[in-house]
């Protein structure tokens, strides 16, 4: 609920008793001796007694008068505040919100529901000049609302302007049981989701434009969406999936087991050779890959940036963990935790022991079984150890059971993975030093640094036609490592390991009733702060399926809903009024030299902008997306197969772009996407249509809203192409020192500067503790954020009053609600689990420090809100971290 405060009382009720005290005609006249009542020396005056309406008008006009001098006072007072620059006023304005809403199921018809809700809102006094224009646009209003509705205006701005901006939708909005975080993101998602919902929804076509009239004219249109409704309802259906249990999955572990082990001799199953065991690694390490199954090592397909930006090229790294990050490991209770989610998983996915022999025995491989067993009985041939042990000496070891097996491997799994994760790179090395994870080398380099692993076997397996010759390495220590930990590891531990990825990325996909599921969730909700058995609504979880393995697809029918009129073209102009306002500034930087600042201006012209949606599966094209996703195979009823499918053919896309020039048309989000990104070997900012929209973006918003709001996204992209790593591309993608050294000295100092701001800041551990944030992890993204000040400058640029109107009820300036608006994009609550994941894993800072830390570095922050020298968020200038 919003911060609802008791409005004032109004003027009536408190001159109440001013009418009690009124003479009425039929009161008693006045005892002999009291004094003469106003009226009655009043009557005596005009020499005739008063009626009793002009009784009624006198006190009606002397009230009038009364409160006349009141709001006379009240408004002096005021214009003394605002020329004097005081501080902010605690006045109250009642804000009526009107919302409709439309819900259609498949069992009802459709139905709107009207709600009207009457709010308490506190507003700041008045700091704007009167007889500015106003904006009473139904847009408008709403969006006054909201703003209203959000703020709180009990926090200073100037110390606190995160929660100032954010405080009444933060408690307004808590966290969904099932989620460990909720802010605006979540939010648009949500909805969007939801609009998805009803496209997928086969008895809702006629309530929808695109779906319906596309299916009617165009075949491949029915074919697209057989395919995405026949994926959402293969998800829905939970009864089903709980029916057929572990089943699907058992059937991937098996085939694992199979691998791993290989169709070879009894004696070859139990005594290998090196060349069965590099043989075995390499094919199921192939299975767990094709499968999207991570596993000893990850890769993706992109551009060779040192040589050729626009080439692509196979890069291989490191890991994803088990856990979220390496921290993770040194935490008992979280490793106790681990230790039973994985021993769990082993247990319902192990089949009985002989599943592990080879499937079928030929008479002389079961002689040769039957002798190898016999050895292991008689050996060795006495008593051992001969002087005897009370304790083991002649008593056969107890065999360990299925349960005390999954104990000990999961245990050793863990260890495994703590080495994994010793020999892999921090993660502000992986994500923020572009020159230290390039490292380029032939084939046979790689080849000879695993030699426990054919490399031959597995690029076949994936890219026949296309074998690459050069291998990019983020780390050139870590297959080395992998190859020592290998050869110390047992061969149990290894398929467990294996068996397990699997149960981890691929359990969600099961009946919520099976016990994987549980094993795997009942890690999530402590890692994320989600309440225990909590679950969320299913039809949100499988719009969310369809869009990861049919997005582009989707993405089809939400933008043909969503993005249309002048959409495109106002998200442009705001993107290309912030690359010319980046262009101006870089004229007065002074770290930076005339060379370096030209250089930098041609990268900004050389951006490739794309707004909306790919064309590289064509969205305008039906033809052209059913063709894309042709190789996946949907049935109604089989939703773990389906994501099986769509998942093994993403992985053959990825491949087949090896030796291929990047696609230019081509996407790395859905067109559905809240969010955006800058993608530095193509040097194009990416804008999906999915992010804009409100708090983000609306076409007939005011200038100083949509700027602030989307403005600053299309900044922080910008930026990105000037951050710490960002820089180090030159306009064509290519990896190279491009600015002199005179001005790299001079952003490195900047660097510095903001890498010490936010590792100054803390997010509370939930166990009365404080985790610091990792500044050299988030400095990319926080200067990204120091792009805001190129959003402010671009609105500046092209303002003009008589467009920019102010929208109702809201006292502040257009300069103060540019920054409102910036700061309400990033209002999220989130549970302490969830944000100790987030400074440890995401490269960007948690929200409140994205807001608080980018502000404090604009003085025309400070300007706009009138703050004090000594103001938290006003330092002095000498303090500021200034890029721009």
């Not at 969006?143 to 100032?164: H, K, M, Q, T, W």
């Not at 290309?576 to 201006?601: H, N, V, Y």
Request: aromatic share 10%.
């Amino acid at each position: 609920m919003a911060d609802v405060r008791a409005p004032r009382p109004s003027t009536d009720e408190e001159t109440a008793p001013l009418l009690q005290n009124a003479s009425h005609p039929d009161d008693a006249p006045a005892e002999q001796g009291e004094e003469p009542s106003y009226l009655d020396r009043l009557a005596a005056i005009v020499q005739e007694p008063l009626s009793p309406l002009t009784k009624l008008l006198l006190i009606a006009t002397l009230v009038f008068l009364l409160l006349s001098s009141v709001f006379i006072g009240l408004f002096a007072g005021a214009q003394h505040k605002l020329n004097s620059g005081e501080g902010h006023g605690r006045s109250t304005v009642t804000v009526t919100s009107t919302a409709t809403t439309t819900a259609t199921t498949t069992s009802q018809a459709t139905t709107t529901a009207v709600t009207t809700t009457t709010v308490s809102v506190p507003l700041p006094g008045p700091t704007i000049p009167p007889e500015e224009p106003v904006c009473l646009s139904p847009s408008c209003i709403s969006l006054a609302s909201s703003v209203l509705l959000g703020i709180d205006e009990s926090e200073d701005p100037c110390e606190n302007f995160y929660d100032f901006a954010n405080g009444g939708w933060l408690k307004a909005n808590p966290i969904p049981s099932d989620k460990g975080k909720f802010g605006h993101f979540e939010e648009i998602a949500q909805q969007n989701k939801r609009l998805l919902q009803q496209i997928l929804s086969e008895d809702s076509s006629s309530h929808f434009s695109a779906a319906s009239s596309l299916t009617a004219s165009n075949p491949y249109d029915e074919q697209l969406l057989k395919k995405l409704r026949g994926l959402y309802d293969s998800c829905i259906d939970e009864d089903y999936l709980n029916e057929v249990g572990e089943a699907p999955l058992k059937e991937v572990t098996d085939k694992i087991r199979q691998l791993f082990h290989g169709k070879t001799t009894v004696v070859d199953h139990f005594e290998p050779t090196p060349e069965k065991e590099r043989e075995r690694l390499t094919t199921t390490v192939a299975y767990l890959h094709s499968r999207g199954i991570g596993g000893l090592f990850s890769y993706v397909i992109d551009g060779d940036v040192g040589n050729d930006p626009n080439f692509m090229t196979l890069w291989i790294s490191q890991p994803d963990l088990g856990l979220p990050s390496k921290e993770y490991y040194e935490e008992e209770s979280i490793v106790d935790l681990y230790q039973s989610t994985l021993q769990r998983l082993l247990v319902t996915l192990d089949n009985e022991d002989d599943a592990l022999l080879p499937e079928e025995l030929t008479e002389e491989e079961t002689h040769k079984l039957v002798v190898h067993e016999e050895r292991l009985r008689v050996w060795p041939p006495w008593p051992w150890p001969p002087w005897g042990d009370d304790d083991d000496g002649d008593k056969d070891s107890p065999k360990e059971n299925r349960t005390e097996r999954a104990h000990r491997l999961a245990k050793a799994v863990i260890e495994f993975e703590k080495r994994i994760a010793n020999a892999s790179l921090d993660l502000d090395v992986l994500y923020q030093d572009p020159v230290a994870t390039y490292n380029p080398v032939p084939f046979k380099i790689v080849s000879d640094s695993l030699p426990q692993f054919d490399f031959s076997t597995y690029f076949s397996a994936f890219a026949p036609r296309n074998f690459p010759s050069t291998i990019i390495l983020t780390s050139t220590t870590y297959l080395p490592s992998l190859s020592a930990i290998l050869n110390e590891t047992d061969r149990d531990v290894l398929e467990a390991y294996f068996v397990t990825r699997a149960g981890l990325e691929y359990a969600s996909y099961l009946g919520l009733d099976t016990e994987a599921w549980k094993a795997v969730r009942s890690l999530n909700e402590v890692l994320n702060g989600i309440k225990k058995g909590a679950v969320g609504d299913r039809a949100e979880y499988c719009v969310s399926q369809v869009e990861n393995a049919l997005g582009f697809a989707l993405g089809r029918y939400f933008v043909r809903e969503t993005f249309g009129g002048e959409s495109r073209k106002v998200a442009r102009k705001v993107i290309t009024d912030i690359i010319g306002a980046f262009k101006q500034s870089l004229k007065k930087l002074e770290w930076m030299d005339e060379e370096s600042a030209a250089a930098a201006a041609g990268k900004a012209d050389a951006l490739r902008v794309k707004v909306g949606y790919p064309l590289s599966p064509n969205t305008e094209d039906p033809r052209s997306l059913a063709s894309y996703y042709a190789r996946v195979k949907i049935n109604n009823d089989t939703f773990f197969e389906n994501i099986l499918s769509a998942e093994i053919s993403e992985q053959v896309r990825t491949w087949y772009q090896i030796g291929k020039q990047r696609d230019p048309l081509s996407w790395e989000m859905y067109a559905s996407t809240v969010n955006a990104y800058f993608n530095p070997p193509a040097n194009e900012i990416v804008f999906p249509a999915g992010i804009l929209r409100p708090p983000f973006f609306q076409v007939d918003w005011p200038g100083y809203i949509n700027y602030g709001s989307f403005g600053h996204v299309a900044a922080h992209e910008l930026t990105h192409a000037f951050d710490s790593a960002g820089r180090l591309y030159n306009q064509d993608g290519k990896l190279e020192e491009w600015w002199t050294n005179t001005t790299s000295e001079g952003f490195n100092v900047r660097q510095k500067c903001i890498v010490d701001q936010y590792s100054n800041y803390t997010v509370d551990d939930g166990k009365g503790g404080k985790i610091h944030v990792n500044g050299n992890l988030t400095s990319g993204e926080n200067i990204g954020d120091s792009g805001l000040i190129q959003a402010f400058r671009a609105w500046k640029a092209q303002y003009s009053e008589d467009t920019e109107v102010l929208l109702p009820g809201l006292n502040y300036t257009r300069e103060q609600l540019f920054f409102i608006s910036f700061a309400r994009s990033w209002g999220q609550n989130i549970k302490p689990e969830a944000a100790v994941a987030r400074v440890r894993t995401d490269p960007h800072s948690p929200n409140r420090y994205r807001v608080d830390g980018t502000v404090s570095n604009i003085p025309e922050f400070a300007a706009a809100f009138n703050c004090s020298p000594k103001a938290k968020l006003n330092p002095p200038q000498e303090k500021r971290c200034l890029f721009w």
